[in-house]
T-cell receptor, first 117, second 112 residues
Framework: DTAVSQTPKYLVTQMGNDKSIKCEQNLGHDTMYWYKQDSKKFLKIMFSYNNKELIINETVPNRFSPKSPDKAHLNLHINSLELGDSAVYFC????????????????FGPGTRLTVL | AQSVTQPDIHITVSEGASLELRCNYSYGATPYLFWYVQSPGQGLQLLLKYFSGDTLVQGIKGFEAEFKRSQSSFNLRKPSVHWSDAAEYFCAVGAYGNKLVFGAGTILRVKS
């Protein structure tokens, strides 16, 4: 069984469109994340949610709106797509920080390659 | 602010040779350190992690890394590289909010 899954794997779209990427984890984790890997392979966190509550928002344009319907899902909706949004987007999950654990290992999905034309 | 530096963008080694990938971090508290590998077109796979205890940690695929607090380093090593090790390697530090801060990555090429 896939631990962290993302759909779609590839997404090609025109500038100005709105698109969503879905992420699901079956690890029983409370915390989920979105990372962006740009064309130079640099990986940077965008958001994290803990049990459906936004924890981290790393100065991402408000065209990006994460939505967590339940703690096993964290979807990423992007409005008015721009050329610079072309990247690979990775979803990850972990147990939450706290409860004696100062840090918890993250498990990554396979990534979604978004190409904006 | 937390940061991770991987000084080598590309490294080429011969198959069977030893490998060391460098990683330096900047973090005010006790660091939680990771090495991930990304094969072309693939996701991120965790090779190993350091949370506490023994400063030499063993990972999967024959990799190991040594945490040196005095040098703020967490270098990845493998005694004998295989062609299948060709990939991009990312060092990361766990930061506030349980987020990961990644280095820019090192591309490993293996020549036969």
């Amino acid at each position: 069984d896939t631990a962290v899954s993302q759909t779609p794997k590839y997404l090609v779209t025109q500038m100005g469109n709105d698109k969503s990427i879905k992420c699901e984890q079956n690890l029983g984790h409370d915390t989920m994340y979105w990372y962006k890997q740009d064309s130079k392979k640099f990986l940077k966190i965008m958001f994290s949610y803990n049990n459906k509550e936004l924890i981290i928002n790393e100065t991402v344009p408000n065209r990006f709106s994460p939505k967590s319907p339940d703690k096993a899902h964290l979807n990423l909706h992007i409005n008015s797509l721009e050329l610079g949004d072309s990247a690979v987007y990775f979803c990850a999950s972990s147990h939450p920080q706290g409860g004696g654990a100062l840090y918890n290992e993250q498990f990554f999905g396979p990534g979604t390659r978004l190409t904006v034309l | 602010a937390q940061s991770v530096t991987q000084p080598d963008i590309h490294i080429t080694v011969s198959e069977g040779a030893s490998l060391e990938l460098r990683c330096n971090y900047s973090y005010g508290a006790t660091p939680y350190l990771f090495w991930y590998v990304q094969s072309p077109g693939q996701g991120l796979q965790l090779l190993l992690k350091y949370f506490s205890g023994d400063t030499l940690v063993q990972g999967i695929k024959g990799f190991e890394a040594e945490f040196k607090r005095s040098q703020s380093s967490f270098n990845l090593r493998k005694p004998s590289v295989h062609w299948s090790d060709a990939a991009e390697y990312f060092c990361a530090v766990g930061a506030y909010g349980n987020k990961l801060v990644f280095g820019a990555g090192t591309i490993l090429r293996v020549k036969s």
